[in-house]
C-alpha cells in the first residue's frame, strides 16, 4: 500500500501560499493523487469555527479560547480530510497547518489602542485592507486602563506629556528584554537605547517632513551587592550595583582593593561589565558577561594580561 505525504504551505498573508500550492498541486498531480486543501477549512465543523472566530461581536475573546477553537477545527480537519487521504496513500497538500497557531496565536498577536473612536475605526479598516486583520486587534480604550504585561513590543505615538506619564507604568508592567517604540518623542529622563531618523516629505503633524523612531530595552533590576568567585583572579569578587533605568553605576571590589569598571551595559536582562586593574601585581583585563534572573548572573567571563586570554564560566549571586 502506498505510504501518504503530508506537505504544509505557510507565511502571511499575501505571501503567495496559494500560487505556490497550485503551481506545487500542477506540478506533482501528474505523478501522485494529490489532495488540494486549506486550514481552518475545509470540514464543515472547521467553517463553523472560523465564522465564530471572525465575529465582531467576539472581539473580547480571550487568546487562550482563541487558540483552543484554531486546535478545534484543526482536530477536526486532520480526523475528516488528512488521516482518511493519508491512508488512501494520497498526497495532502495544505495551505496553513501548525505553524500559522504557532506564529499567530502564540506570537504575532497586536493590539492597538486609542481612547478616539474614530482612529480606532480608521485602523480597524487600513488593517483589513492589508489582509492583516487577523493579526491585531483595535480597541476604544484609555492606555493608562489597558494591561501590558503580556506585551513583548509597546509601539506608540502620544505626546511627549503622556509619554512621560506612562513611563512608570511601563517599567512596572512590561517585563524585562520587552522592548518600546515610540515615535517622534522621547521617554524624558529616561534615556533610549537606539534612535533613527527619517526623512518622510508627506508627515505634515509633529516635526513635519521628518521622523525620530526611539526604541528602548526594558531593563531588569540589577540593583544590589553580587558576589562570585573568580579562581586565580582575587578570590571572592563583589558588584556593587546602582541603577538608573538601563544605566548602571557599579564598583567592583576584590581582597584588598577596588579594580577599574571602564564600561557597564545592561539591555533587558543582559549585562556586560568590562573591568581593569592590578591582582598580585599584575594588570588584567575581565569581560564579564551574562543573563540576569532572579538573584542570579550566568555567562562567561573572559579575562586578558595583555598576551594571553582565556573565557570561564560565570555565576553571581545578589545578597538578600
Ligand atoms: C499624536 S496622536 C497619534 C495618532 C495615531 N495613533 C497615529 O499614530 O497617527 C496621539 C493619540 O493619542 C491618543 N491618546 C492620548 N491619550 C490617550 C490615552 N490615555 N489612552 C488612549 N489614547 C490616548 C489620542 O487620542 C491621539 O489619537
Redesign the pocket.
Given at each position: 500500500m502506498p505510504r501518504g505525504i503530508f506537505i504544509t504551505i505557510e507565511g502571511p498573508e499575501g505571501a503567495g501560499k496559494t500560487t505556490q500550492a497550485r503551481l506545487l498541486y500542477e506540478h506533482l498531480r501528474p505523478r501522485y493523487p494529490v489532495l488540494h486543501t486549506r486550514e481552518p477549512g475545509g470540514t464543515t465543523i472547521g467553517e463553523q469555527i472560523r465564522t465564530l472566530l471572525l465575529d465582531e461581536d467576539f472581539r473580547e475573546m480571550a487568546p487562550q479560547a482563541e487558540m483552543l477553537l484554531f486546535a478545534a477545527a484543526r482536530a477536526q480537519f486532520v480526523s475528516e480530510v488528512v488521516e482518511p487521504a493519508l491512508r488512501e496513500g494520497r498526497l495532502v497538500l495544505s495551505e496553513r497547518y501548525v505553524d500559522a497557531s504557532v506564529a499567530y496565536q502564540g506570537y504575532a498577536r497586536g493590539l492597538g489602542?486609542?481612547?478616539?473612536p474614530r482612529?480606532v475605526n480608521l485602523?480597524r479598516d487600513n488593517a483589513k485592507r492589508a489582509g492583516v486583520e487577523s493579526l491585531a486587534k483595535f480597541e476604544v480604550?484609555?492606555?493608562?486602563d489597558?494591561d501590558l504585561r503580556e506585551a513583548s513590543i509597546v509601539t506608540?505615538?502620544?505626546?511627549p506629556e503622556?509619554n512621560r506619564q506612562l513611563v512608570p507604568r511601563l517599567l512596572q508592567q512590561l517585563k524585562p528584554g520587552a522592548r518600546i517604540v515610540s515615535?517622534?518623542y522621547d521617554l524624558g529622563e529616561w534615556t533610549h537605547d537606539e534612535m533613527v531618523e527619517v526623512a518622510v516629505p508627506e508627515k505634515m503633524?509633529?516635526p513635519m517632513g521628518r521622523s525620530k523612531v526611539f526604541l528602548w530595552v526594558v531593563p531588569v533590576d540589577a540593583r544590589g551587592a553580587w558576589s562570585f568567585e573568580l579562581p586565580g583572579h582575587g578570590g571572592p569578587w563583589q558588584f556593587r550595583i546602582g541603577q538608573s533605568y538601563q544605566l548602571l553605576d557599579v564598583e567592583a571590589r576584590v581582597p584588598g582593593g577596588v579594580m577599574a569598571v571602564r564600561g557597564a551595559r545592561l539591555r533587558g536582562d543582559e549585562v556586560r561589565l568590562a573591568v581593569t586593574g592590578t591582582l598580585a601585581g599584575k594588570p588584567w583585563n575581565q569581560l564579564f558577561r551574562g543573563k540576569l534572573a532572579g538573584d542570579r548572573i550566568a555567562g562567561q567571563v573572559r579575562v586578558s594580561d595583555g598576551e594571553n586570554t582565556a573565557s570561564y564560566p560565570w555565576t553571581a549571586t545578589r545578597k538578600p
Amino acid at each position: 500500500m502506498p505510504r501518504g505525504i503530508f506537505i504544509t504551505i505557510e507565511g502571511p498573508e499575501g505571501a503567495g501560499k496559494t500560487t505556490q500550492a497550485r503551481l506545487l498541486y500542477e506540478h506533482l498531480r501528474p505523478r501522485y493523487p494529490v489532495l488540494h486543501t486549506r486550514e481552518p477549512g475545509g470540514t464543515t465543523i472547521g467553517e463553523q469555527i472560523r465564522t465564530l472566530l471572525l465575529d465582531e461581536d467576539f472581539r473580547e475573546m480571550a487568546p487562550q479560547a482563541e487558540m483552543l477553537l484554531f486546535a478545534a477545527a484543526r482536530a477536526q480537519f486532520v480526523s475528516e480530510v488528512v488521516e482518511p487521504a493519508l491512508r488512501e496513500g494520497r498526497l495532502v497538500l495544505s495551505e496553513r497547518y501548525v505553524d500559522a497557531s504557532v506564529a499567530y496565536q502564540g506570537y504575532a498577536r497586536g493590539l492597538g489602542v486609542d481612547i478616539d473612536p474614530r482612529l480606532v475605526n480608521l485602523a480597524r479598516d487600513n488593517a483589513k485592507r492589508a489582509g492583516v486583520e487577523s493579526l491585531a486587534k483595535f480597541e476604544v480604550r484609555d492606555l493608562f486602563d489597558t494591561d501590558l504585561r503580556e506585551a513583548s513590543i509597546v509601539t506608540m505615538y502620544l505626546l511627549p506629556e503622556v509619554n512621560r506619564q506612562l513611563v512608570p507604568r511601563l517599567l512596572q508592567q512590561l517585563k524585562p528584554g520587552a522592548r518600546i517604540v515610540s515615535h517622534d518623542y522621547d521617554l524624558g529622563e529616561w534615556t533610549h537605547d537606539e534612535m533613527v531618523e527619517v526623512a518622510v516629505p508627506e508627515k505634515m503633524v509633529g516635526p513635519m517632513g521628518r521622523s525620530k523612531v526611539f526604541l528602548w530595552v526594558v531593563p531588569v533590576d540589577a540593583r544590589g551587592a553580587w558576589s562570585f568567585e573568580l579562581p586565580g583572579h582575587g578570590g571572592p569578587w563583589q558588584f556593587r550595583i546602582g541603577q538608573s533605568y538601563q544605566l548602571l553605576d557599579v564598583e567592583a571590589r576584590v581582597p584588598g582593593g577596588v579594580m577599574a569598571v571602564r564600561g557597564a551595559r545592561l539591555r533587558g536582562d543582559e549585562v556586560r561589565l568590562a573591568v581593569t586593574g592590578t591582582l598580585a601585581g599584575k594588570p588584567w583585563n575581565q569581560l564579564f558577561r551574562g543573563k540576569l534572573a532572579g538573584d542570579r548572573i550566568a555567562g562567561q567571563v573572559r579575562v586578558s594580561d595583555g598576551e594571553n586570554t582565556a573565557s570561564y564560566p560565570w555565576t553571581a549571586t545578589r545578597k538578600p
